[in-house]
Structures are given as C-alpha cells and as structure tokens.
C-alpha cells in the first residue's frame, strides 16, 4: 500500500471504496491554508466526513496530484493507479496536535 503527501494532505492507498459515496462533479479536493487548490487531471472524487481527519477518497488513474507550488504541470505527480483515503496531516507539537499548514 503506498501513502503520499501532497502539502497539507496525505492520501492513503485502501483496498476499496466505503458504500454509498456519490462521485463529486469537481477535480479540486482541498483548497489550501494559503488558498491554493489541491487537484487532480484525471480520476473521480468522492467527499465524505468520516472523522476530523478522514474527508473523501480518490480513485485514480494515470493520475496527477495538482497543485501551483508543488506540482504545476501535469505529469510531474503521478501516483499510482488506485484507492486512496484522503486525510488532513496532523503534527505533534508541545501544545498537542496541530494541524500541518501548507
């Protein structure tokens, strides 16, 4: 199973879909901290609010992972073809867990 990070999220490969998610008409899955979309050139979204972490899932394939800072072009984030639970990072700091800010 292969996990990636993309800023502020992580996408975790998963065996299959949960049931009953409706597929999302949009390409972006998270706009960021400092307002740049995190999105995709090919694949299917689907959102849900599984926990404080856990947002949607990503179906892939040849897939780009978008985004203006860290990959603008399409092409140079492909991750492979697949399932993949979305998640916001989280990171530990004295006061506790933070959210980690892109």
């Known amino acids: 199973m292969n996990t990636y990070r993309h800023g502020e999220i992580a996408l975790v490969q998963v065996e299959k879909l949960p049931n009953n998610l409706t597929p999302a008409t949009t390409k972006v899955f998270m706009t960021g901290s400092h307002g740049h979309d995190h999105s995709i050139d090919q694949g299917s979204l689907y959102f849900t609010k599984e926990d404080e972490y856990v947002f949607g ?3 892939t394939k040849d897939t780009s ?3 203006p800072e860290h990959s603008p072009k399409v092409g ?10 979305l998640r916001k990072q989280q990171e530990h700091t004295p006061e506790g867990l933070e959210p980690v800010i892109d």
Request: no cysteine; glycine share 6%.
């Open 65 to 67: 992972l978008l985004h």
């Open 57 to 59: 899932y990503l179906v």
């Open 76 to 85: 140079e984030a492909k991750i492979e073809d697949g399932i993949y639970q």
